[in-house]
Nanobody
Framework: QAQVEESGGGLVQPGGSLRLSCAAS????????MGWYRQAPEKPRELAAV???????VYGDSVKGRFTISRDGDKNAVHLQMDNLKSEDTGVYYC??????WGRGTLVTVSA
C-alpha cells in the first residue's frame, strides 16, 4: 500500500495563483509517474498535468501555458503551480502516484 497526501488548495480570485503539493510514501519502488487530476461539480475527472518518471510532462488542453508540474529531485513528490486561474478551474484536485494510488483531494475555488 502507498499513501498519497495533497496540500495547498484554497480560495483565490480569478487571475490569481495557487501552488499544490503532493507526496507519495509507503510501498512504492523507485520513481513513478505522478499526476494531478481534477473534477468539477457534476463533471468527470480530467487530467490536469502528469510528470513521468523520465521527467517528461503532459498537460491537459485547458491548462496548457498556465499550469506547471514539477518534481522534487528524484522523490515521489510533486508540485502544481497554477497561474492565471479561471473560474472554470474550480474543483477538487487529486494527486495520483504510479497510476494506482490516489490522494483524497484538495479543493480549489476560483471566485471573486
Amino acid at each position: 500500500q502507498a499513501q498519497v497526501e495533497e496540500s495547498g488548495g484554497g480560495l483565490v480570485q480569478p487571475g490569481g495563483s495557487l501552488r499544490l503539493s503532493c507526496a507519495a510514501s509507503g510501498n512504492i519502488v523507485g520513481v513513478v509517474n505522478m499526476g494531478w487530476y481534477r473534477q468539477a461539480p457534476e463533471k468527470p475527472r480530467e487530467l490536469a498535468a502528469v510528470i513521468l518518471s523520465s521527467g517528461k510532462t503532459v498537460y491537459g488542453d485547458s491548462v496548457k501555458g498556465r499550469f506547471t508540474i514539477s518534481r522534487d529531485g528524484d522523490k515521489n513528490a510533486v508540485h502544481l503551480q497554477m497561474d492565471n486561474l479561471k473560474s472554470e478551474d474550480t474543483g477538487v484536485y487529486y494527486c495520483n502516484a504510479g497510476g494506482s494510488w490516489w490522494g483524497r483531494g484538495t479543493l480549489v475555488t476560483v471566485s471573486a
